[in-house]
C-alpha cells in the first residue's frame, strides 16, 4: 500500500498530470522550458472583461471601449508576464545552488514549476522561495513609480490614452502575486519559508514539511471560508475565484502530507 501512495505521488507530478497533458512549450526562459496551460486563456478573457467592462470604464471614463479593451488584454498579459518572472527568480536562485528546474507551467490559479529534488538545506530554500516575492515586489515598485510619475509629470496625455492605468494594474497585480505566495501555505513560497523554519529549529526535514503543511490547511480553508462570504454578500467571481485557489492549495498540500506520511513510515 505504501508503494502504491509513493507511485501515485509520483503519478500526480509527471507528465502525465492534466497541466502537462493541456499545456503548450511557448519558449525557453533562463534555459528552463516555459509552458502554458489552456487554462490561462480563462484567465486572460477574465481580467481583460472585467477591467474593460466594468473597473476601467468607472475609474477612467470618456474613453471609447476599443481603449478599454486593449488596456484589459495588456494587463491579462501582464499578468501572466509577472507570474512568469516570480517563477524565473525562483529558477535562477536555484539554479546558484546546483538545481535546475525541469518546466514552469503557467495555468488560470498561477504558476508551477516542476524540479527534480527538493532542498532540504534551510537557508537555501528560504533564499529561493523568497526569491520570486521578491522580484514581485520589485517589479511593483517599479511600476508604481512610472504611474507615480505620469500622474505627477503629465508627461502622456491621458485625455488620448489611460497609460497609467496599466502601470497601476502592473503595481496592484505584482504586489498581490508577491503577497498572496508569501502567506504560510505549503507548497507556496511562504509555506516552504516556513517549513525551512521549523526544519531549522527541528533538524527534521519531514516532520517540519507535515507540521507546515497542517498550518497551511488551516490557513486554506479560512481563505475557502473567506471566499465563500464574498462570493455570497460582495462579488459572485471574486468568491468564486478565491474558492478555487484554496481548492487548489488544499489539494497540493494534501498531495504533499500524503507523500510525506509515506517516507516518514519508512523512517
Request: aromatic share 14%.
Amino acid at each position: 500500500m505504501a508503494d502504491s501512495r509513493n507511485e501515485k505521488f509520483r503519478s500526480d507530478t509527471n507528465e502525465e498530470s492534466w497541466l502537462s497533458r493541456y499545456s503548450l512549450l511557448v519558449g525557453r526562459v533562463a534555459g528552463v522550458p516555459v509552458y502554458i496551460n489552456f487554462s490561462s486563456a480563462f484567465i486572460v478573457i477574465l481580467i481583460a472583461w472585467t477591467l474593460s467592462s466594468t473597473i476601467l470604464p468607472n475609474n477612467y471614463p470618456g474613453f471609447v471601449q476599443s481603449t478599454y479593451i486593449i488596456i484589459g488584454v495588456v494587463c491579462a498579459l501582464i499578468s501572466l508576464v509577472s507570474i512568469l518572472l516570480h517563477e524565473v527568480a525562483h529558477s535562477i536562485i536555484a539554479g546558484r545552488y546546483g538545481i535546475k528546474f525541469q518546466k514552469i507551467t503557467l495555468f488560470a490559479l498561477g504558476g508551477i514549476a516542476l524540479i527534480p529534488d527538493e532542498i532540504t538545506v534551510p537557508k537555501k530554500e528560504i533564499w529561493m522561495a523568497f526569491a520570486g516575492p521578491l522580484i514581485s515586489f520589485i517589479i511593483s515598485g517599479l511600476s508604481f513609480l512610472l504611474w507615480f510619475t505620469f500622474i505627477e509629470s503629465h508627461i502622456f496625455n491621458s485625455q488620448t490614452f489611460p497609460i497609467d492605468a496599466i502601470f497601476f494594474y502592473s503595481a496592484a497585480i505584482n504586489f498581490v502575486i508577491g503577497l498572496f505566495n508569501l502567506l504560510p501555505i505549503f507548497p507556496c513560497d511562504g509555506g516552504r519559508i516556513l517549513r525551512s523554519i521549523l526544519s531549522y529549529r527541528t533538524h527534521d526535514h519531514i516532520t517540519a514539511t507535515l507540521s507546515a503543511i497542517r498550518i497551511g490547511m488551516i490557513i486554506s480553508i479560512c481563505i475557502l471560508i473567506i471566499g465563500g462570504v464574498i462570493g455570497f454578500k460582495f462579488t459572485f467571481v471574486g468568491g468564486i475565484w478565491l474558492m478555487l485557489v484554496a481548492y487548489f492549495l488544499m489539494r497540493g498540500s494534501r498531495m504533499y502530507y500524503d507523500h510525506y506520511q509515506y517516507l516518514l513510515s519508512r523512517n
